[in-house]
């Protein structure tokens, strides 16, 4: 299972990886415009993850806004 762990806090970063990090390969990173940027390049390594744990509450681009970005470009690319 591969899984992108999405939080502006270091310690909730810490703590999520630590609980799911056995059951896949995880990615991490802590902003939602990195989160996009891991969805795009893991979709064009035809290596999509398989679940995102996403932060609703970050800086600069929130997690409802991250998701909605993520649904725009399955449409686009009809990859839903």
């Known amino acids: 299972m591969k899984l992108l762990i999405v939080d502006d806090d270091r310690k909730n970063r810490k703590v999520l ?7 896949g390969e995880c990615a991490v990173v802590d902003s939602g415009k990195k989160a996009v940027s891991a969805f795009i390049k893991a979709w064009g390594l ?27 470009i399955e449409i686009e690319k009809n990859i839903s």
């Open 17 to 23: 990886t630590a609980m799911v990090d056995e059951l």
């Open 46 to 72: 035809w290596r999509p993850f398989d679940l995102i744990l996403l932060d609703i509450y970050m800086p600069e681009i929130d997690g409802t806004h991250v998701l909605r970005k993520i649904r725009e």
